[in-house]
């Protein structure tokens, strides 16, 4: 049974850092395409980080120069460190794994398989 779980969220100030990790199991997810994603109430999910099979990376502007997504693959992990962090910030957080696609599209309806949801709250 293919299943990501996410852990890693929570609240921190504004400035602070988060790092999010996505457990994944059940598919040899180092041959696919991992990607974060966040929403918020009455708003479409969007991408955020995406790292493609051999590791190389994209992210949506707003998280440029803050945001790093790295996988391990001998632990199949892809994980989200997240810098100086703002209110705008604030959403759940979702993993998610596309397959047979490159590079990693940035558009969720790419993606086959989520996780529930980590949620991350940032104060000003």
């Known amino acids: 049974q293919i299943r990501l779980m996410e852990s890693g969220g929570g609240s921190v100030q504004s400035g602070g850092s988060l790092t999010l990790s996505c457990a994944a199991s059940?598919?040899?997810?180092?041959?696919?395409?991992m990607g974060w994603f966040r929403q918020t109430p009455g708003k479409w999910r969007e991408g955020v980080a995406f790292v493609n099979a051999d590791g190389t990376s994209t992210y949506a502007d707003s998280v440029k120069a803050r945001f790093t997504i790295s996988r391990d693959n001998a632990e199949n992990t892809v994980n989200l460190q997240m810098n100086s962090l703002k209110p705008e910030d604030t959403a759940m957080y979702y993993c998610a794994v596309a397959f047979d696609v490159w590079p990693c599209p940035p558009h969720r309806v790419a993606y086959a398989i989520w996780g529930q949801g980590t949620q991350v709250t940032v104060s000003s």
């Open positions: 059940g598919f040899a997810y180092n041959d696919y395409c």
